[in-house]
């Protein structure tokens, strides 16, 4: 009773009013990039929640991945699932109906972790999470932030998800649809605003470099098997890490954030400038050299703080935690 009863005022506690639930926008075939992201967010782990928070992210990456058997196996058999207005009272229940749509949704669409907090008590942990969800609707991207609060339960050595809640609503940021005023400004040859510039760019390569996403720029270091913090992190279970690794790696890890975020704007900056020049009528060569320079400078400085974040995590490691990591990342059969 007890235990019921402190699940209840947990859910209470952290479930936000719904204005749109998650799953209530139309899902629309995506032509971007898909996945998920959660390398950059800002992150209040209690160590004891630690493996709570790994099974929820399990969850999620199965989820956006359409892995509903990987999904299920998270769930507690009683779990409760509140979204769109309705409740799932089983894992069964939740299984056979929302989730197909809702993993049909997420394989459409990137999901990006901003922020996390976590903590335990007992045999009951509660993860409350923030995120921004960037979809395609037609030509135009939709930017929906979600809210989510899940909390488990340990059942011996493994947590199990007894209770989610989602809720999401249009973000008030401004849309990633390229201006019209660009096209307008580019035909007769002006400059076109900060605003209004590289409206070639992928929008969610963009929006990873101004929040600090890797975006695969470590991905030759994961390749010789160098680790990143967030896939560390993913694993803390299998690699059996223990308090002073898992702290390290979240140090690394905000540390990595900062300076992304840092670099991405010089990066965002010299392209701007370099599109300018390119958006006039005669373009100056001498003048596009030079910027050009200056973006393949700055992109180096970018994909530098992703690669040496996985230099410093490594030693963090014991060599069997490696090997391990390296097996973990392999895809099956290699």
């Not at 509140?82 to 993993?103: F, I, N, P, T, W």
């Not at 947590?159 to 400004?185: C, G, L, Y």
């Not at 209004?196 to 010789?224: C, K």
Request: net charge neutral.
């Amino acid at each position: 009773m007890k235990t019921h009863l402190l699940v209840l005022a947990l859910a209470s506690m952290l479930c936000t009013s719904s204005v749109f639930a998650h799953g209530d926008e139309k899902h629309e075939a995506a032509t971007m990039a898909t996945g998920r992201e959660a390398t950059k967010a800002e992150l209040s782990i209690a160590p004891a929640a630690a493996d709570a928070v790994a099974a929820v992210e399990r969850f999620s990456t199965a989820l956006s991945a359409g892995d509903l058997t990987k999904a299920g196996a998270e769930l507690d058999a009683k779990v409760i699932i509140l979204e769109s207005g309705g409740v799932e009272r089983s894992r069964d229940e939740y299984m056979g109906g929302h989730a197909k749509s809702d993993a049909a949704f997420l394989k459409t669409a990137m999901t990006t972790l901003k922020r996390r907090t976590a903590h335990a008590s007992g045999d009951l942990a509660w993860v409350a999470s923030e995120s921004q969800i960037h979809a395609m609707k037609g030509k135009d991207m939709l930017m929906i932030d979600s809210t989510e609060t899940v909390i488990l339960r340990k059942s011996g050595a493994a947590w199990k998800i007894v209770h989610i809640h989602w809720s999401s609503r249009r973000s008030p940021t401004a849309s990633a649809k390229p201006s019209a005023t660009f096209h307008q400004e580019h035909q007769h040859g002006a400059a076109p605003t900060a605003e209004g510039a590289l409206a070639w760019m992928d929008p969610v390569e963009r929006q990873a470099i101004e929040t600090g996403q890797g975006f695969a720029m470590a991905r030759a270091a994961e390749a010789r098997g160098l680790p990143g913090p967030k896939h560390v992190l993913e694993n803390a279970q299998a690699l059996a890490l223990d308090e002073a690794q898992r702290d390290r790696m979240n140090a690394l890890m905000s540390a990595m954030h900062a300076a992304a975020v840092r670099e991405g704007k010089v990066v965002l900056d010299a392209e701007i400038a370099l599109d300018a020049e390119l958006s006039r009528s005669a373009p100056n060569a001498d003048r596009v050299a030079a910027l050009s320079e200056a973006v393949g400078r700055a992109r180096g400085r970018l994909r530098n703080v992703h690669l040496t974040t996985h230099l410093a995590a490594a030693p963090v490691l014991t060599p069997e935690q490696r090997a391990k990591y390296v097996q973990l990342r392999s895809p099956p059969g290699a």
